[in-house]
């Protein structure tokens, strides 16, 4: 018979619930109580079995499992218009970054438990990556290659912020093979939902799609860049969720997007793939959301005096999309949750706002309205 909490017991276990990262000092001070008893009560609850792990991950609690990228973004932003074929003034700044870390580190700091999976080197930019990482996912399921480097991406941004040209060492991503996912199928049998970018392997993306619908666990396919749209599964259908952008969705059906007619059409030809839910987003232009239940939604994006910096923008935006989603939301909330995340994000100079919260999200959602 499993032991029998107390009234105090059940109140830590649901702040637990709620904030999987919670201080023993927040719990405290929500409570009442002195910061020991606390401690001596979280460790009442470990061996009764209640919690287990470091971050109190609880027994019965759900992770949304991100996998994919995760790497070192360096951005060289240039003083002044930019000049090919001679030196030019910079100014360098580093961040950790890739797709599915910046999507873990979101839904981190939006209060969901997380664990991600990728492939690293041994060296310093992983060091990096894991100081920055650490507090908002599990990373024991990071797999490292001591003769790889860390992925990186390299960007040079014009003294707006725009892109002017991007490097990406990715190759190390060719390493999570479908053998590599299969060493974490108890931990992927147990997701609440399972996001993966498309940096991973072909086969491992098409592995994960089947094993998502065998276990009847939603899966959100993120792409990266347009050139990695062949890297989506053949057969798409039971895919819970795809959040593209225009040219993605250009290179995948080989036709422009030039109007709202095409927009939604191409919004049509995904769903018809027996893709469940779908975001096509296009820059200031906002986003058209669908599914067939619902129908298809445009959501305008917000007008932005200043643009801070655009990198983590996308990646903004899709968490908020399967944050808002899992908490049953309808499809235009989950739209304009996204653009809103997306927004704070370019007037933010880091990847992923220092800022966020479940709290602020909502907060910034009405602010926004």
Known sequence: MPEKMNEKEQLILDLIRKNPYVSQQELAETLGLSRPSVANMISGLTKKGKIIG???????????????????????????????????????????????????????????????????????????????????MNLETVVQFPEKSTGSYTAVLDPNGELIIALADM????????????????????????????????ESIQFLCQFAKGHNIPIALIPVSSP????????????????????????????????????????????????????????????????????????????????????????????AVIHTWLEGKSLPEIAKAGNVNAAKTLQSPYTVRQDLSAEQLQKDMEELS
């Not at 003083?79 to 890739?98: F, V």
């Not at 492939?119 to 908002?136: H, N, P, Q, R, V």
């Not at 987003?281 to 005096?305: A, R």
């Not at 801070?308 to 923008?313: N, R, S, Y």
């Open 54 to 136: 470091r971050a109190y991950i609880l027994s019965e609690s759900q992770e949304v499992i991100c996998i994919g990228g995760a790497n070192i973004d360096r951005k060289f932003h240039t003083k002044e218009k930019a000049q090919l074929g001679t030196s030019n003034p910079i100014y360098a700044t580093q961040n950790a970054g890739g797709v599915a870390r910046n999507i873990a580190e979101n839904l981190g700091r939006l209060g969901m438990g997380i664990s991600l999976i990728s492939a690293s080197g041994t060296d310093k930019d992983w060091s990096f990556i894991e100081d920055a990482s650490s507090l908002y």
């Open 228 to 319: 990695k749209m062949s890297r989506l599964p053949n057969d798409l259908t039971g895919v819970t969720w795809l959040i593209t952008n225009r040219d993605e969705s250009e290179m995948y059906f080989q036709a422009e997007i030039k109007n709202i007619e095409d927009w939604k059409k191409a919004l049509e030809n995904w769903l018809a793939l027996g893709i469940s839910n779908v975001i096509i987003t296009n820059g200031k232009k906002g986003s058209m959301i669908g599914n067939k239940e619902e129908g298809i939604f445009h959501v305008p994006s917000f007008e932005l005096k200043e643009i801070i910096d655009v990198t983590g923008a996308g990646d903004a935006f899709s968490s």
């Open 171 to 202: 190759e190390v991503y060719e390493s999570i093979t479908p053998d590599l996912l299969l060493k974490q199928d108890a931990l992927l049998s147990r997701a609440k939902c399972i996001v993966v970018d498309l940096n991973c392997p072909k």
